[in-house]
Nanobody, 123 residues
Framework: QVQLVESGGGLVQAGGSLRLTCSASGRTVSNYAMGWFRQAPGKEREFVAVISRNGGYTYHVDSVKGQFTISRDNAKNTVLLQMSSLKPEDTAVYYC????????????????WGQGTQVTVSS
């Protein structure tokens, strides 16, 4: 198993930037495709981005393309989500998750989850 812990969330003004970090322990993160998801109040958890085991494949949901970038450092056992030009509608709890197939964006396909980190964007 792998244990995941997110960090880097906080309060930021619209147009600002944040970098989220997902730190893994237990089994190394290189064994998994890694995804970022988010959940806003009253809404379902939604896919944000995914990266393959070696980082050679990434996919971002259309709403964040050009704004967010997922990356990973397997040597440090971390996955990052660089977020820029943040908007109030990006406000949510952001989760990282580990799975087996980077082609899948359904959160139910990811067996391992962190506890989430709150991102709040003020207007």
């Amino acid at each position: 198993q792998v244990q995941l812990v997110e960090s880097g969330g906080g309060l930021v003004q619209a147009g600002g930037s944040l970098r989220l970090t997902c730190s893994a322990s237990g089994r190394t993160v290189s064994n998994y495709a890694m995804g970022w998801f988010r959940q806003a109040p009253g809404k379902e958890r939604e896919f944000v981005a995914v990266i393959s085991r070696n980082g050679g494949y990434t996919y971002h949901v259309d709403s964040v393309k050009g704004q967010f970038t997922i990356s990973r450092d397997n040597a440090k056992n971390t996955v990052l989500l660089q977020m820029s030009s943040l908007k109030p509608e990006d406000t949510a709890v952001y989760y990282c998750a580990a799975g087996n197939n980077p082609a899948i964006t359904d959160p139910t396909a990811y067996p391992y989850w962190g506890q989430g980190t709150q991102v709040t964007v003020s207007s």
